[in-house]
């Protein structure tokens, strides 16, 4: 299966670990994926917070280069830029919004706006058979509680996004006991983490991301397992921050799905970029090995 | 300009034209709205607004565009859409909220009591300069400007070694092409 992929800015710098898992277990998994040439930023949260008509073009450039390399579908593993893509993608559809962005690139877009965005939770969910990954486990997650958490924008809004139940979903609960992995039903997998607020508003990323982390831990989740850049960095580098607020120690390793399917396939912690989180999955992966 | 916020909410300023004007942007009728607060109950930061989305959709019902474009909310909506999704007459309340937050910002109206919408403007004249952000440039210019000297500087240090500090821009090798965005819609201001 070959499929367009856009990385996006967080998987070149901040999450590096989950642009090398995510090409990890797509290659074992057989998606070829074919990097979108000279993407750029795809303006989350900044441009439709302050102009709209810039937000669509920053998608229009960006879909009309999948269109460029003649692929019809895109997929992003970031929850912030599937959002940007997907809602670009709608927007696009309206004839006036379509022109105006045409007078903005410069360039046709009658065929951009067939192209279909994924986020890579979605692309696993859909287009991979889950008998095909357990065919191809190498190493059980056997004795690993989780807390499957999907944040915001990977399910809602619903009418744009058209995947999974918008506040209790199941697709990575599902991918992961392929894997051999325990997952707990817990309140919080579909709740807010505080998005874009990391550096701008703070206290509001304490504050959210403080309640996902006491909703998993009452759960009895021993790591929380993210498809989303800014997921994994809310919790995990203002855990420090959340555990002064709330006087009490978390020590909750904050992992993405990508790394621990990665893992399940055969693939060391290291090539998965384990060694790349805060706070340290190395307890945690011992109880699985024993 | 000074809004009081303490100015009761009265349907004797009722005026349709806000009411029409969210209609056409936002493919939103608020005239549907049921008063049920669902949206409200949903809402991940009501405990930090002040005016939780049942009010704002009852603030585009009065046409109050003065509390409207000058409500914190406006800034510290983290977007997370459980409000639209809950309605059970399809409101699009995060589209209201942008739509209101774009026009006050094309008004010049700041936000008062965050930095928000600095940090917006730092972020997109990186992407205007390079096509491409990382975090670290970013990071230190909005912590400079917002006067956060020491903010995250115990964080630094522990995500630098672990790798998660590119000090290196990332860039567009076509920039002109994204240039050319901003070029056609000038509406952000340099910072």
């Known amino acids: 299966m070959d499929v367009a992929y856009y990385p996006g800015c967080s998987l070149h710098a901040l999450a590096h670990e989950y642009d090398l898992s995510t ?3 797509c290659e074992r998994l057989g998606i070829n994926l074919q990097e979108v040439p000279d993407w750029n930023c795809c303006g989350a949260t900044a441009a439709h917070s302050l102009d709209h008509s810039l937000n669509v073009a920053l998608s229009a450039r960006n879909l009309q280069l999948v269109d460029y390399i003649k692929m019809k579908e895109v997929m992003t593993p970031c929850s912030g830029c599937f959002s940007r893509l997907k809602s670009g993608v709608t927007e696009l ?3 006036s919004v379509r022109e105006e962005a045409e007078a903005t690139t410069g360039n046709s877009l009658v065929s951009a706006t067939d192209v279909k965005v994924y986020h890579l939770l979605q ?20 004795g690993l ?21 918008p506040e209790q979903p199941t697709s990575m609960d599902r991918l992961l006991q392929a894997v051999g992995a325990e997952t707990v039903k817990w309140s919080h ?29 009452q759960a009895g989740a021993s790591a929380i397992v993210v498809a989303c850049p800014m997921c994994q960095a809310n ?17 909750m390793p904050i992992i993405y799905f990508t790394q621990l399917l990665g893992l399940a396939l055969g693939y060391s912690p290291k090539q998965v ?8 999955p190395n307890r945690l992966l011992k109880s699985m090995s024993a | 300009m000074d809004v009081d916020f303490y100015r009761p909410m009265r349907l004797n300023y009722q005026n349709n034209a806000l009411q029409d004007e969210i209609k056409a942007a936002c493919d939103t009728d608020v005239e549907r709205c049921l008063e049920c607060g669902k949206c409200s109950g949903g809402c991940s930061n009501a405990h930090i607004f002040d005016y939780v989305p049942r009010k704002i959709v009852q603030l585009v019902k009065l046409g109050d565009e003065d509390r409207l474009m000058h409500m914190d909310a406006l800034w510290i909506c983290v977007a997370c859409h459980l409000c639209v999704d809950r309605c059970p007459s399809q409101i699009n309340i995060p ?11 094309r008004q010049g109206i700041r936000a008062e009591r965050t930095n928000i919408e600095l940090f917006h403007e730092l972020m997109l004249g990186l992407v205007k300069k390079n096509g491409r952000i990382s975090e670290a440039p970013l990071t230190i210019s909005f912590n400079l400007k917002s006067k956060q000297y020491l903010k995250d500087a115990g964080l630094a240090p522990r995500m630098f070694f672990k790798g998660k500090l590119n000090p290196f821009s990332p860039r567009v090798k076509d920039i002109s092409q994204v240039r050319r965005l901003f070029i056609k819609n000038p509406r952000l201001k340099e910072v």
């Open chain 1, 145 to 165: 509680k989780l807390a499957a958490y999907y944040g915001c924008l990977i399910t809602r809004p619903k009418a744009v996004v058209q995947f999974d139940d």
């Open chain 2, 95 to 105: 589209s209201i909220i942008d739509y209101m937050r774009q026009k006050a910002y």
């Open chain 1, 123 to 142: 692309l696993l969910t859909e287009k991979v058979d889950h008998e095909k990954i357990e065919e191809l486990l190498v190493k059980p997650l056997q």
């Open chain 1, 189 to 217: 997998k579909a709740e807010c983490c505080g998005g874009g607020f990391a550096i701008s508003q703070t206290d509001i990323v304490v504050d959210l991301g403080g309640q996902v982390l006491e909703a998993a831990r």
């Open chain 1, 93 to 95: 559809q309206k004839v």
């Open chain 1, 23 to 25: 090409r990890l277990v």
């Open chain 1, 235 to 251: 919790l995990d580098t203002r855990q420090r921050a959340i555990e002064a607020e709330r006087a009490r120690n978390y020590d």
């Open chain 1, 273 to 280: 970029g384990m060694n790349r989180l805060l706070t340290s």
